[in-house]
């Protein structure tokens, strides 16, 4: 039976120490750091997640703003709210909640956001600072991935590493990631042939794809380490991930169960960010 990796539990210790650091910021620097949260509609799961980030920017010290605009609200007018937040002092960091409405334009909106207070790491500059590994901020959720593997030990250098999505957000900075500490790298998405012979090549297997239960025992080596990125509801109500927890924590080494693996790091990582963001930003 594979060794959990529990993601509450490194989530707790990182945010103890972002927690010291943040007390140590304040005496330095006499305010703390603050995040911008901007949340546009009534989407209720966008909802719970602003409320936890806000929750959660309060445990470890931290000053929070919540925007919220009506659904209808004019591309131009949550532009300009941007720009008003770029140049706000009291706001290092800057997140929009996505999925925004349709009329209104997701690229331009993290196009505006400054680099400087971009703590989700989506706009083009950080991504190509990841890319040439010289970089600020991490996307949250790979970064959090990464995280959890230096809690348990994994080691990553030449292994074989396989991530199965390719989204902005998870799929590709993860492969980046797992890549820059020398693993070796192979990214699967919906039009690979013959998946199973790539995963089951993998060490260290990362599932993104948002289906439940899509990979199964027989698509996994007897040993490997599998990160299940993955969020789905099923009929009765329950969460799960993309991975087949029962059978496939019987051949792994290690595996992180849904709910209470990756997802609990990913706002833990958001405060990472922002505590970065504000330390960078003092000595401009
Ligand atoms: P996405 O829809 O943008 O990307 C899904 C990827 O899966 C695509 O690259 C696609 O090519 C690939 N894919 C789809 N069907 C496939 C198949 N049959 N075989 C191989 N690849 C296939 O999704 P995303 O934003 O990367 O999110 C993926 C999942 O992770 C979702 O369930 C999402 O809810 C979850 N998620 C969780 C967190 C967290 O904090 N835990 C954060 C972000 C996303």
Known sequence: MAEIIDGKLVSAEVRKSILS?????????????????????????????VRNKHKA?????????????????????????????????????????????????????????????????????????????????????PAGIMELLKFYNVDIKGKECVVIGRSNIVGKPMALLLLGENGTVTVCHSKTKDLKEVTKRADILVVAIGRANFVTKDMVKEGCVVIDVGINRLENGKLCGDVAFDEVSSVADKITPVPGGVGPMTITMLLKNTLTAAKKQIKK
């Open 57 to 141: 920017c309060l445990e470890v010290g931290m000053n929070s703003y919540e925007i919220t605009f009506d659904k209808n609200v004019s591309e131009d007018v949550l532009l300009a709210k941007i720009d008003e937040l770029n140049q706000d002092e009291k706001v290092n960091g800057i997140l929009v909640q996505l999925p925004l409405p349709e009329h209104i334009s997701e690229e331009k909106v993290i196009n505006r956001i400054s680099p400087d207070k971009d703590v989700d790491a989506f706009h083009p500059v950080n991504v190509g600072k990841i890319l040439i590994g010289n970089y600020d901020f991490l996307p949250c959720t």
């Open 21 to 49: 650091s943040v007390t140590e910021f304040k005496e330095e620097n006499g305010f703390v750091p603050g995040l911008a949260v901007i949340l546009v509609g009534d989407n209720p799961a966008s909802a719970v997640y």
